[in-house]
């Protein structure tokens, strides 16, 4: 009985190995998890490598990590790392972090999509410092030792309603799709914009209607708006902007900035700004310098977005175990300046671009010229 249990798991490692091995997941400083019995300091990453909708981004972060952990160069002193493969089920992944936990985890990075995290935060499983990958809902108290960073589009949206303040907008409408998400980036936009006595003189509804657009021109008019927010995607916002005149200055959060705007899409958001990594928008700055960049390796910049995260993630983590959360510094990350912030979550603060007919370019060096 117990050789065939032996045998069992000799086949299930193979299989693994197969999977895994082959795709990459597994690197020099990563390694199949540990049993009890063989029980080793290490630093966990739970990443959701066998779900369908989130395989795609783990795989990403997993890049990241190694990326971050290869510029970094070897250390007698550092932790190895084990990639802990989860699926879609947040209860998955609770045991899957119960399990590190027992291999001798000492910090674990992730999870990664926010059910899980929310899971997790309310699981009384957290008993080491974890780093979750997203943002909780904000009625979600994170436990002592989580913490979480991650994109948080709401928080964009803030900051852009700084910067079209900043730059004398006061008046604005907004342009909101039929998604939760729009509506909450719309929310915080409005929100922050008018904290300065400025006013939020329209909402309107994404359309792709020419007559219906018509009357969304016609009222932005009839309003005096002297800014457009668009709390949508870039091919939405590629399908509106050119109807309601390239004159009104724009304003929208990295969910403007895709792949597919990159090649056909300048025209139409050109002048537009946004907010976004400096790993997407900055390439001469000195720390997305600092990291190998994966050509040809992406389809998405959410994948790229992904990577960016790993990289920032193993910063952060290097800096949690050799600290207090509230002892850490500044970090000025790929992902954008990481600051330690209430309720045990990391606020990041991108930086701002701009479309150009020639391409992106931050706002700093638009007005360095």
Same mark, same amino acid.
């Given at each position: 009985m117990q050789r065939s249990w032996i045998l069992v798991r000799v086949w299930r490692w193979f299989v693994c190995a197969l999977l895994y091995g082959a795709a990459g997941v597994l690197s020099a400083h990563a390694q199949t998890p540990a049993t009890e019995a063989e029980e080793k300091p290490h630093i966990a990453a739970l990443l959701p490598l066998q779900s369908t909708a989130f395989g795609r981004f783990a795989d990403a972060v997993r890049r990241g990590l190694e990326a971050a952990m290869a510029a970094d160069g070897e250390r007698d002193d550092r932790l190895p790392v084990i990639v802990y493969p989860t699926g879609d089920d947040p209860e998955d992944t609770i045991d899957t972090y119960d399990r590190a936990l027992r291999a001798g985890a000492r910090l674990v990075i992730g999870p990664l999509h926010r059910s899980a995290v929310q899971a997790l935060a309310i699981s009384n499983a957290v008993t080491v410092p974890t780093l979750a990958l997203s943002i909780p809902d904000a009625d979600v108290m994170l436990p002592d030792r989580f913490y979480a960073f991650g994109v948080h589009l709401e928080s964009e949206a803030r900051q852009v309603a700084r910067?079209? /303040?900043?730059?004398?907008?006061?008046?604005?409408?907004?342009?909101?799709?039929?998604?939760?998400?729009? /509506?909450?980036?719309?929310?915080?936009?409005?929100?922050?914009?008018?904290?300065?006595?400025?006013?939020?003189?329209?909402?309107?509804?994404? =359309?792709?209607?020419?007559?219906?657009?018509?009357?969304?021109?016609?009222?932005? =008019?009839?309003?005096?708006?002297?800014?457009?927010?668009?709390?949508?995607d870039g091919p939405r916002v590629r399908q509106i902007r050119p109807h309601l005149g390239r004159n009104l200055p724009g304003y929208a959060t990295s969910l403007v900035h895709t792949a597919e705007g990159a090649v056909v899409g300048q025209f139409d958001?050109?002048?537009?700004?946004?907010?976004?990594?400096?790993?997407?928008?900055?390439?001469?700055?000195?720390?997305?310098?600092?990291? =190998?960049?994966p050509t040809g390796l992406f389809t998405t910049y959410e994948q790229e977005r992904f990577y960016a995260i790993g990289i920032d993630a193993w910063r952060l983590s290097q800096m949690m175990l050799g600290s207090t959360y509230s002892g850490l510094g500044i970090l000025d990350g790929v992902?954008?300046?990481?600051?330690?912030?209430?309720?045990?979550?990391?606020?990041?603060?991108?930086?701002?671009?701009?479309?150009?007919?020639?391409?992106? /370019?931050t706002l700093g060096d638009l007005e360095a010229q």
């Open positions: 910067v079209a /303040r900043g730059q004398g907008r006061r008046r604005a409408a907004i342009i909101v799709g039929d998604t939760p998400l729009s /509506r909450r980036i719309a929310q915080a936009f409005a929100d922050e914009f008018a904290r300065g006595g400025r006013l939020i003189v329209d909402q309107h509804g994404f =359309t792709a209607e020419k007559t219906r657009i018509k009357k969304i021109r016609d009222g932005l =008019t009839a309003s005096k708006a002297d800014a457009v927010f668009f709390a949508i958001l050109a002048g537009i700004i946004f907010v976004d990594m400096p790993w997407m928008v900055a390439p001469d700055h000195p720390a997305v310098m600092a990291y =190998t960049r992902t954008g300046q990481l600051v330690p912030g209430t309720s045990r979550q990391f606020q990041r603060e991108p930086i701002a671009a701009q479309f150009t007919q020639a391409g992106v /370019r």
